[in-house]
Structures are given as structure tokens and as C-alpha cells.
């Protein structure tokens, strides 16, 4: 079973608007963390924000908020305002406590296009 | 300006040639890595070093060797590389111990085999 799902393979937002970028995942660590990267088409994975499982608020980084819905093991990617350059693949991940040697679980991906 | 390079952007080898990639950082992490990315996939790991030490193989092809020569730096040797092995290559670095320390990575080698 995949530990990570993102089950929205492509997505489209108008420039401006806000958009939700869905993400799952499993585990039976009571411990770990859930993270977002943003990989724009030159290559580089830049991380966005990070999500802590004994965490009772929300994350938030600027632009950036993750709705963290504990039972439902969801981690969705905010993105307010979106703007041109917010168009990249977004990759959600997972670090359990027990993983192998603080290794990422990354998700498949959703490519996020923003429309002027 | 990100925090771990890696040199070099590109890299076009035959597959008889010996090359290898290169990955700094200066952030004190203990732990780096070694990941795999084929287009409009997820990165996959290949290796993980933990305080200099090879902690981690993924059953990768011996024609890719890690090294690890201080704890800034990271190597992966090339050699008898097949065109499938044409991807991109990401470095990254973390703290070593808990779970809240994401991975930075470096911008990456594209790297083709003909």
C-alpha cells in the first residue's frame, strides 16, 4: 500500500486564486513529519513547510498554509494568491520516526499549472 | 541560494567513461543522500550516508559507488553506465534523529548516457 497518495495528477488555477493540493498517507508511527516541496521545471526540489504529527496547529509559511486533519491522515497544500510562478510538480513526503535513517516517503505528484 | 551544490548542472557520458558528481554542503548535517529522478517521477532513493558511514544501499547497480570523504561532501562514482540510467541525480542533507528536519536538496546533475 502506498504510504503517501496525491491523487491529483495535474491541476489548473487562475492566477490570483487560491488552490488545495490534496495528500494522504499512512503510517502507524505515532511520531512523524509531513513535508512539501515544490519542484519548478529546472530541477530543484525546494522545500515549503512542514507539518509535525504531535502539532495541533496548522502549518503556515507565507503563501503557504497545510491543512492537517490528523484522523483523516490529510495534509493538504494551501497555495493563497497564486501567482505564475507558483506553476511547478509539488511532491508531498513523509519522515516516520521508525524510517530508515530519516529517509523521505514521497507521494507521485501533482503538477500544478497557474493560468494568467 | 540554495545550501547544498551540486556540480556539475549537466553531464553527457559515453558508457564506457568514468565520471562522478559532486555535493557539498555546510549546514552540520550528519545524514546525506543520494536520489534518482526519471521525468514526472517521484525522486527514489539510492543511497544514505549517516556520520560518513554507507547506512543505506537500495539495491543499487554497483556501476554507482558513493563516497563520503568528510561530512560536507558527497560523491557518486560512474561507471558502465547504461542509457536507462539517463535522470536526474539530487543530493540532499539533513539532522540526523528526528523527524522535523526536512531534507535540503541541491539543484541537481541531469545527467545522460549515450
Known amino acids: 500500500a502506498q504510504k503517501i497518495t496525491q491523487t491529483q495528477p495535474g491541476m489548473f488555477v487562475q492566477e490570483k486564486e487560491a488552490v488545495t493540493l490534496d495528500c494522504t498517507y499512512d503510517t502507524s508511527d505515532q511520531s512523524y513529519g509531513l513535508f512539501w516541496y515544490k519542484q519548478p521545471s529546472s530541477g530543484e526540489m525546494i522545500f515549503l513547510i512542514y507539518?509535525?504529527?504531535?502539532?495541533?496547529q496548522n502549518a503556515t509559511e507565507g503563501r503557504y498554509s497545510l491543512n492537517f486533519q490528523k484522523a483523516r491522515k490529510s495534509a493538504n497544500l494551501v497555495i493563497s494568491a497564486s501567482q505564475l510562478g507558483d506553476s511547478a510538480m509539488y511532491f508531498c513526503?513523509?519522515?516516520?520516526?521508525?524510517?530508515?535513517?530519516?529517509?523521505?516517503?514521497f507521494g507521485k505528484g501533482t503538477k500544478l499549472s497557474v493560468k494568467p | 541560494d540554495t545550501e547544498v551544490t551540486q556540480t556539475p548542472k549537466h553531464l553527457v557520458m559515453g558508457m564506457t567513461n568514468k565520471k562522478s558528481l559532486k555535493c557539498e554542503q555546510h549546514?552540520?548535517?550528519?545524514?546525506m543522500y543520494w536520489y534518482k529522478q526519471k521525468a514526472k517521477k517521484p525522486p527514489e532513493l539510492m543511497f544514505v550516508y549517516s556520520y560518513e558511514k554507507l547506512s543505506i544501499n537500495e539495491s543499487v547497480p554497483s556501476r554507482f559507488s558513493p563516497e563520503c570523504p568528510n561530512s560536507s561532501l558527497l560523491n557518486l562514482h560512474l561507471h558502465a553506465l547504461q542509457p536507462e540510467d539517463s535522470a536526474l541525480y539530487l543530493c540532499?542533507?539533513?539532522?540526523?534523529?528526528?523527524?522535523?528536519?526536512?531534507?535540503?536538496f541541491g539543484n541537481g546533475t541531469r545527467l545522460t548516457v549515450t
Open positions: 507539518q509535525g504529527s504531535y502539532d495541533e
Open positions: 540532499a542533507s539533513s539532522q540526523l534523529g528526528t523527524v522535523n528536519s526536512p531534507l535540503h
Open positions: 513526503a513523509m519522515r516516520e520516526y521508525g524510517g530508515s535513517q530519516g529517509n523521505l516517503i
Open positions: 549546514m552540520g548535517h550528519r545524514a
